[in-house]
T-cell receptor, first 111, second 114 residues
Framework: DQQVKQNSPSLSVQEGRISILNCDYT??????FLWYKKYPAEGPTFLIS?????DKNEDGRFTVFLNKSAKHLSLHIVPSQPGDSAVYFC??????????FGAGTTVTVRA | DTEVTQTPKHLVMGMTNKKSLKCEQH?????MYWYKQKAKKPPELMFV???????INESVPSRFSPECPNSSLLNLHLHALQPEDSALYLC?????????????FGDGTRLSIL
């Protein structure tokens, strides 16, 4: 049962523009959410996280928004750069170690 | 540069071989994890160690045998694997085995079973 869903398998954006990646979850017990970025032939790299007591967390060009009532989170990348081209995974956990991952969204940043 | 180091990067083995995957972290993390990732799928948790003790085994077949010799090292011993075990094996670590702690991943070992 897929508890974390990334419904867009791919996203193409022009360099300098905003990339918006979306993630939906079904388990209301999730209280910690993370985004990972993965290049080919490398492991996932932790990008940014947010706990359920917040609705926004910002780190440089990356901002994560959490809407608990809608069970939805999003990752905004502004401005998008060619090095941002990668697969992005959304993940969630509920007061423990176990991460539930989404299927990933492949981002392509066009020059 | 990743702070979790995995060796080897690639491994090809026959179904009767015995091999080991190694993982090392020097971040002082006390929780370490093994994941399996198939192509175009998210990582699937296999084992969790906390303070060098096995805390979680996600019903993994006994042909996979984890070992944590010390707080910095994690091994995965492989024996009599099947072709369907071909995958990317990822090691991760986190400060502790509690929520709210990001897991940091290595680059993985690409395993191919002939």
């Amino acid at each position: 049962d897929q508890q974390v869903k990334q419904n867009s398998p791919s996203l193409s954006v022009q360099e300098g523009r905003i990339s918006i990646l979306n993630c939906d979850y079904t388990n209301s017990m999730f209280d910690y959410f993370l985004w990972y970025k993965k290049y080919p032939a490398e492991g996932p790299t932790f990008l940014i996280s947010i706990s359920s007591i917040k609705d926004k967390n910002e780190d440089g060009r990356f901002t994560v928004f959490l809407n608990k009532s809608a069970k939805h989170l999003s990752l905004h990348i502004v401005p998008s750069q060619p090095g941002d081209s990668a697969v992005y995974f959304c993940a969630a956990s509920k007061d423990d170690y176990k991460l539930s991952f989404g299927a990933g969204t492949t981002v392509t940043v066009r020059a | 540069d990743t702070e979790v180091t995995q060796t080897p990067k690639h491994l090809v083995m026959g179904m009767t071989n015995k091999k080991s995957l190694k993982c090392e972290q020097h971040m002082g993390h006390r929780a370490m994890y093994w994941y399996k990732q198939k192509a175009k799928k998210p990582p699937e948790l296999m084992f969790v160690y906390s303070y060098e003790k096995l805390s979680i085994n996600e019903s993994v077949p006994s042909r996979f045998s984890p070992e944590c010799p010390n707080s910095s090292l994690l091994n995965l011993h492989l024996h009599a694997l099947q072709p369907e075990d071909s995958a990317l094996y990822l090691c991760a670590s986190s400060q502790a085995l509690t929520g709210g702690q990001p897991q940091h991943f290595g680059d993985g070992t690409r395993l191919s079973i002939l």
